[in-house]
């Protein structure tokens, strides 16, 4: 028990003890990156450029119910309050409940069948980022989202919750984070002092004060009350701190080569301290 997985390029390796080791080489992979993970407390669900498999007591398995994923990238994986598991995939969503494995696509309301990450509020709906809009699942259909704020064909890269039911939207425009509060979507930008940056994971930290935004540009935070202001139009100004940058082109912060990729299993933080996937 206890450890971190942690998918790489080179296989599922599991932090234990200060220690990376392997757990599952890529030669027990159907595609070599292990590209997305879920520790559903049973078992290790990998997502990878071809299909799922499942990791559990030392062996790789290909449960013959999700065969209909072999040869898709499979982006995200998520289990909703109901036990429901889905899949975000280059090739639509795909939904697993009561025993049968549904895709989503075009026809279901995707404008582009290529996702990125899957998402459920505290209320319990399920939101999919993908590379043209952000959209609510609803009686089998996708419904899209903040079209008026300008999300109808944005690459969604990340989404955040706050208690309120306030949502953080980043996509891969580096120039804006999406916020919907009170019924109403607003859009904080770079003039407004937000960092240039795609984000890729969101959270607030222990403190419940800072947001932390890591991204492909480095990571920065940013006071969650300030960025409420801001996108109210309550406050000018937005006044983060640069923490790690890609580059070392933000003054102030180290440098490092963080963080990549837009999905589930992108970051998490665990009570006291940040995790995110770097490219070295």
């Known amino acids: 028990g206890g450890g971190t997985w942690v998918g790489t390029a080179n296989g599922v390796y599991l932090l234990k003890n200060g220690a990376y080791k392997l757990a599952v080489p890529t030669t027990e ?10 520790d559903d407390g049973t078992r290790l669900w990998i997502g990878t450029t071809n299909g799922m498999v499942q990791y559990q007591d030392g062996r790789v398995l290909h449960p013959p119910e999700f065969a209909a994923l072999a040869g898709i990238t499979v982006q995200g994986i998520f289990r909703d309050a109901e036990e429901s ?3 975000a995939t280059l090739d639509g969503v795909f939904r697993y409940k009561d025993g049968s494995l549904t895709r989503y696509g075009m026809e279901a309301g995707l404008k582009d069948v290529r996702c990125r990450l899957i998402f459920e509020t505290r209320d319990g709906r399920i939101l999919v980022g993908t ?10 259909r996708f419904q899209p989202l903040g079209a008026e704020a300008g999300l109808a064909d944005a690459f969604i890269t990340s989404l955040y919750e706050l208690a309120d039911g306030t949502l953080i939207v980043g996509s891969f425009s580096e120039d804006a984070l999406y916020i919907y509060m009170d019924g109403h979507w607003h859009t904080v930008h770079g003039a407004q002092g937000l960092p240039a940056n795609t984000a890729t994971f969101m959270t607030l930290d222990e403190s419940g004060d800072w947001l ?5 540009r480095g990571i920065y935070r940013v006071r969650i009350a300030d960025l409420l202001a801001v996108a109210t139009d309550k406050q000018d100004q937005l006044h983060p701190q640069l923490i790690l940058s890609e580059q070392g082109q933000w003054t102030g912060s180290e440098k490092g080569y963080c963080c ?13 301290r940040l995790w995110v996937p770097s490219r070295n």
Request: hydrophobic fraction near 45%; proline fraction near 7%; charge should be negative.
């Open 29 to 38: 992979l159907p595609g070599p990156n292990a590209y997305t993970i879920l």
């Open 85 to 87: 598991m889905w899949f």
């Open 131 to 140: 590379l043209a809009g952000l959209y609510e699942f609803q009686a089998d």
């Open 212 to 216: 932390w935004v890591p991204g492909i």
């Open 260 to 272: 990549n990729g837009a999905g589930n299993a992108r970051g998490y933080f665990d009570g006291t």
